[in-house]
């Protein structure tokens, strides 16, 4: 963008195909985490899951399943591993939504417990840290931050909805944060300036995580995690 005479010209912008892709795609990404999160990462595990399971199924459906039967040729062959994949795929699918929730909640723990413990073994660079003393004085290191770790984990499974709801929006506003802070000058909209401003303004990231965290409750609240593709589906077809 130029300034001449006080008249705004824009210079015409040139972008390769796979530029334009990635550009879309972050955009595309950001927004779906920031608003979306939920139903996201469950879809996304739901994926995996599936996925997982087919390739699982497929291979032990083919290399066990033709001895049990006493079949060679290769159009049963394909029939069976078909049908392997198909279970396995239907079977991962459920295994992964169900073990999704187990899975956050052992990761905080690990997370939270390996970053209290690295503070409490180097709290000498850090000085004095209010509250510290309280896991320190009768608890050694590995013990508090165990503790620590499964005070989080509990809070996390009380409040696993609102925690999923809340880390999905923040993730998905500091995607849009960078992309406005690193890829401003693939859009033709606004000065280079403004861009700057909004990829390091923290108001308008907790503007944008709020506004997530709001979406995705009124969205999601009264959809159970266990059941959600289910309910999602019946929703859709009232």
Not at 154 to 169: D, E, I, N, P, R
């Amino acid at each position: 963008m130029k300034w001449s005479s006080n008249v705004c010209i824009r210079t015409p912008m040139v972008t390769d195909p796979l530029t334009t892709i990635v550009v879309i795609l972050a955009i595309g990404i950001g927004v779906t985490f920031t608003y979306f999160g939920y139903s996201f990462v469950t879809r996304l595990t739901s994926l995996f899951g599936g996925l997982g399971g087919a390739l699982a199924g497929s291979f032990v459906a083919q290399h066990f399943l033709p001895s049990t039967f006493g079949t060679t040729a290769a159009f049963d062959l394909v029939l069976i591993s078909f049908g392997g994949a198909i279970v396995g795929g239907i079977v991962g699918s459920y295994v992964a939504r169900s073990l999704q929730r187990v899975a956050i909640i052992v990761a905080c723990f690990t997370i939270s417990s390996s970053i209290f413990y690295w503070l409490l073994t180097h709290s000498e660079q850090f000085g004095s840290i209010p509250g510290l003393s309280l896991f320190t004085n009768p608890f050694p290191p590995l013990a508090a931050s165990v503790l620590f770790g499964g005070f989080v984990g509990l809070l996390v499974w009380k409040f696993y909805f609102l925690f999923l709801v809340g880390a999905t929006s923040l993730v998905g506003a500091s995607l849009l944060q960078q992309f406005a802070l690193h890829w401003s000058t693939q859009l033709p909209v606004f000065q280079g300036d403004t861009w700057t401003t909004l990829g390091t303004n923290f108001v308008f990231l907790l503007l944008l995580i709020g506004s997530g965290i709001v979406v995705q409750y009124r969205r999601y609240r009264s959809i159970h995690p266990r059941r959600y593709l289910r309910r999602a589906t019946t929703y859709r077809l009232h």
